[in-house]
C-alpha cells in the first residue's frame, strides 16, 4: 500500500509508520543517547569518588587510632625511590598488627587474623626498615601486644602478591580501582593503591593519604589535606 509516494510499514492494528518517520524517531533515539551518555558518566564519577572517599576515611579513621596507641603515624616506606615506593607502603602490615611467625621455613611476621606473612629477611628490602612497629613483642609482664585497627575492612581494599623490589607483598587500595584500564600505577589491571607519606608534605605536622582516580581520561585527586577533588593535580607524585 502506497500513500504520497512513501511506504507504508504495516502494524498489527493495520497503521503503520513511513520510512520517513521511522528515520525521525532513530535520529531522536541518538539525540538523546547523546545527551544520556555524559550525565551517565558524570554520576558514575561521583559515585566512585564517594566511594573512594568513603575507604579513604575508613583508613583515616585507623591511622588516628594507631597514633593513640603509639603516640605516632605509621613510617612511610623508607626506601630511596620515594615516587614509586609511596605506592607500596607498609600501612596494611601496620594498621594490620603483626605477630611472630615461621614463614617458608624462617623468621617472619604475619597479621593477627593469620591472612597473609612476610619474611623478616624481606622487610628492609620492600620497606627500608627493619620490623613493624605494631608488632607482639616480648613474654609475660614485658609482652607488648599488637592491636588490628582494620577491622571490618572491606575484602576489595586489600590486595596481595604485589610484587615490592622482589618480595610478594600486601597492600590497601581502593575498591573502585582505576577504574580506566589505562591507569595501572603497579602494572596491574584495575589495582590502585592508597598512598601514603609520613611525615606529610602537604600535611607536615601529620601524614599525607591519597588516591588518584582516572575517570573518563580525567585524574581525580581524593585526599586528606583538601575536601575539594583536584582534577589532573601534578603537585603530588
Known amino acids: 500500500m502506497r500513500t504520497n509516494g512513501n511506504t507504508k510499514l504495516k502494524t498489527g492494528g493495520g497503521l503503520g509508520f513511513t520510512l520517513v518517520e521511522l528515520l525521525v524517531v532513530i535520529s531522536i533515539i541518538g539525540v ?9 558518566r558524570s554520576v558514575k564519577a561521583v559515585q566512585y569518588k564517594k566511594v573512594a572517599r568513603g575507604e ?15 603516640g605516632f603515624y605509621p613510617p612511610s616506606n623508607m626506601n630511596t625511590n620515594a615516587a614509586f615506593f609511596q605506592l607500596l607502603p607498609q600501612l596494611y602490615y601496620e594498621l594490620s598488627g603483626m605477630e611472630a611467625a615461621t ?16 619474611k623478616a629477611v624481606d622487610v628492609p628490602s620492600a620497606y627500608g626498615v627493619s620490623g613493624f612497629i605494631n608488632c607482639t ?27 615490592n623490589n622482589g618480595v610478594a607483598t600486601t597492600v590497601l587500595v581502593t575498591s573502585v580501582g582505576g577504574p ?11 589495582l590502585n593503591p592508597i598512598r601514603h607519606r609520613y611525615p606529610g608534605i602537604k600535611n607536615p605536622g601529620s601524614y599525607d593519604l591519597w588516591v588518584q582516580l582516572s575517570v573518563n581520561g580525567k585524574n581525580h585527586l581524593i585526599c586528606n589535606w583538601t575536601r575539594q577533588v583536584p582534577i589532573n593535580d601534578t603537585s603530588v607524585p
Open 137 to 163: 613483642k616480648g613474654s609475660g609482664d614485658d609482652d607488648i601486644k599488637a592491636k588490628n585497627f582494620l577491622t571490618g575492612i572491606r575484602q576489595k581494599q586489600v590486595y596481595n602478591l604485589v610484587t
Open 103 to 118: 614463614v617458608g621455613g624462617a623468621p617472619g611476621f604475619q597479621t593477627l587474623d593469620g591472612s597473609t606473612s612476610i
Open 56 to 70: 579513604l576515611e575508613f583508613i583515616e579513621t585507623a591511622l588516628e587510632n594507631y597514633k593513640a596507641k603509639f
Open 32 to 40: 538523546l543517547a547523546g545527551f544520556t551518555i555524559p550525565v551517565l
Open 180 to 190: 580506566d584500564d589505562s591507569y595501572q600505577p603497579l602494572i596491574t589491571s584495575g
